[in-house]
């Protein structure tokens, strides 16, 4: 006699191979497409910190744009800025020229002492919609469904209990 898993191991390995083949393909397009942020430079304009950076990779996608600020003399000095404008966050997009603006007093009122700041611009390739989770789910539905149906069907070989011999139920009393 078959226990539940045994019946349904192929079907859990069917489906993680499944899952395995779809992802293949997703992560080699990824692969291929290069993110480059090229000539960072920045000025202090009055109050405010500008940036301007180019924006290299794939046209016609969103990047995810940030910006953290670093200190030479202390590499483990990291600060990432809170109040920006222009093309940094989601939905930004490639081209030359980009602009950031920091408003720097608003974060740090007393501003920075020294001169050996610097800044690191980053983008990563926003994925296209990808169709990866409605697999899964399916995946799973289907995996779920071939389980309840061996679960439930009668299947091969089984033996089920019959009631025979049971005696018909007592009536109910009758009152005087």
Do not use: H
Request: hydrophobic letters at 45%; one cysteine or more.
């Amino acid at each position: 006699m078959q226990t539940i898993f045994q019946r349904c191991r192929f079907l859990f390995y069917l489906f993680a191979l499944a899952i395995i083949i779809e992802g293949i393909p997703l992560t080699i397009v990824q692969a291929e497409e290069k993110v480059e942020v090229r000539n960072v430079r920045f000025e202090v304009s009055g109050k405010v910190i500008v940036l301007n950076y180019d924006l290299q990779g794939p046209a016609n996608r969103d990047y995810k744009v940030s910006l953290t600020l670093k200190r030479k003399m202390d590499i483990t000095f990291q600060y990432k800025p809170i109040v920006l404008k222009g093309s940094v966050g989601e939905d930004c997009q490639i081209g030359d020229n980009k602009q950031i603006t920091w408003d720097i007093l608003k974060e740090m009122p007393q501003g920075l002492e020294g001169d050996d700041f610097y800044f690191i611009i980053q983008a990563e390739l926003i994925p296209a919609s990808s169709y990866t989770w409605w697999y899964i789910a399916g995946g799973a539905a289907v995996v779920g469904g071939a389980v309840a149906y061996i679960v439930l069907s009668k299947g091969g070989g089984e033996t089920t209990l019959v009631a025979q011999g049971f005696p018909k139920p007592v009536g109910r009393p009758v009152g005087n």
